[in-house]
């Protein structure tokens, strides 16, 4: 969907690019994004009608650094609200060694590691 030349996305891709997937059905977890919002006053998407949510680039952006701080870190709700409200001067400094690098250097490190393996499938 497009307004405004800003690309939203649905809750459905919204879950389905964080991982949040029913092991069994295969299904995108929705449910855990709208739990989210509720108790992260940071996530604020679109509804539009029929309540659909669409959620900006800085939506997606925060909840996977909620993601990295539940599931990675291993955080509570309370801790990662904490951890978000103290930080939040630290989340936009490339210097620091904020949450937010740390998120993104494990990206990074996860990444490498997968194409190093592609790489010494094709040397064999």
């Known amino acids: 969907m497009q307004k405004n030349n800003i690309r939203l996305k649905s809750i459905s891709e919204v879950a389905l690019e964080l991982g949040l997937i029913n092991s069994n059905n295969k299904k995108p977890l929705t449910h855990t994004l709208r739990f989210w919002e509720t108790q992260f006053k940071q996530i604020k998407p679109t509804i539009l009608t029929g309540g659909r949510r669409y959620y900006s680039e800085k939506d997606v952006q925060i909840l996977k650094l909620i993601f990295f701080l539940l599931k990675e870190r291993g955080l509570t709700i309370k801790g ?4 978000m409200n103290e930080n939040l001067k630290n989340l936009d400094d490339r210097n620091s060694s904020s949450i937010k690098e740390q998120y993104f250097r494990k990206i990074i490190i996860k990444k ?11 040397n064999g």
Not at 112 to 121: A, C, E, P, V
């Open 112 to 122: 490498s590691k997968s194409i190093l393996k592609r790489i010494k499938k094709i």
């Open 80 to 83: 990662a609200k904490k951890a």
